[in-house]
T-cell receptor, first 114, second 117 residues
Framework: DAGVIQSPRHEVTEMGQEVTLRCKPISGHDYLFWYRQTMMRGLELLIYFNNNVPIDDSGMPEDRFSAKMPNASFSTLKIQPSEPRDSAVYFC????????????FGPGTRLTVL | AQKITQTQPGMFVQEKEAVTLDCTYDTSDPSYGLFWYKQPSSGEMIFLIYQGSYDQQNATEGRYSLNFQKARKSANLVISASQLGDSAMYFCAMREAFTGGGNKLTFGTGTQLKVEL
């Protein structure tokens, strides 16, 4: 399996622009997670899905952030409008249903908002 | 209160020596899991080892072992025979099953490990 795939790997945009980050989880995994990593706040869970349904979005910072999972093999995280404080590395991860299974992380998308 | 605490922001170890990275956790859930991840400078998150709260024995994976002390709520990572490639940031994480945690992980702030010649 190719692992969790994220695109783009790097994104540079200007404040006010819409940004869409994409994720393809590992085939057969039931859970999908979006994380944000910054120096100040560390690794934070933004939202996660179980069988394509959002379960917990309490980590989504503002209404400017939205996430969707239209099918088992694709998810997006959208920021509209983007702000400089959104600059971070965004990770997508997926896991199986079993409690002992680890989360497999994608390579991350490094977002810079100017 | 922090759910996962890693008190060592940075650690140094000599090559071939063993090193222990500390992690304490806080939960009232009787069923939980503890994970360690490695993040090298390239940025990816690499799973290292898992310990379930009901596991009787400490988890081991090659040179990695988890010193699980349930009563003290600690889950320290031990790396034996350190190698230069072990230089990275290490994160401890916890999953709580029943206290609204679902299947999500809460991460600590990490420990930056540097292996020296």
């Amino acid at each position: 399996d190719a692992g969790v795939i994220q695109s783009p790997r790097h994104e540079v945009t200007e404040m006010g622009q819409e940004v869409t980050l994409r994720c393809k989880p590992i085939s057969g995994h039931d859970y999908l997670f979006w994380y944000r990593q910054t120096m100040m706040r560390g690794l934070e869970l933004l939202i996660y899905f179980n069988n394509n349904v959002p379960i917990d979005d309490s980590g989504m910072p503002e209404d400017r952030f939205s996430a969707k999972m239209p099918n088992a093999s694709f998810s997006t995280l959208k920021i509209q409008p983007s702000e400089p404080r959104d600059s971070a590395v965004y990770f997508c991860a997926s896991s199986l249903r079993t409690s002992g299974d680890e989360q497999f992380f994608g390579p991350g998308t490094r977002l810079t908002v100017l | 209160a922090q759910k996962i605490t890693q008190t060592q922001p940075g650690m140094f170890v000599q090559e071939k020596e063993a090193v222990t990275l500390d992690c304490t956790y806080d939960t009232s859930d009787p069923s939980y899991g503890l994970f360690w991840y490695k993040q090298p400078s390239s940025g990816e998150m690499i799973f290292l080892i898992y310990q379930g709260s009901y596991d009787q024995q400490n988890a081991t994976e090659g040179r990695y072992s988890l010193n699980f002390q349930k009563a003290r709520k600690s889950a320290n990572l031990v790396i034996s025979a350190s190698q230069l490639g072990d230089s990275a940031m290490y994160f401890c994480a916890m999953r709580e099953a029943f206290t609204g945690g679902g299947n999500k992980l809460t991460f600590g702030t990490g420990t930056q490990l540097k292996v020296e010649l």
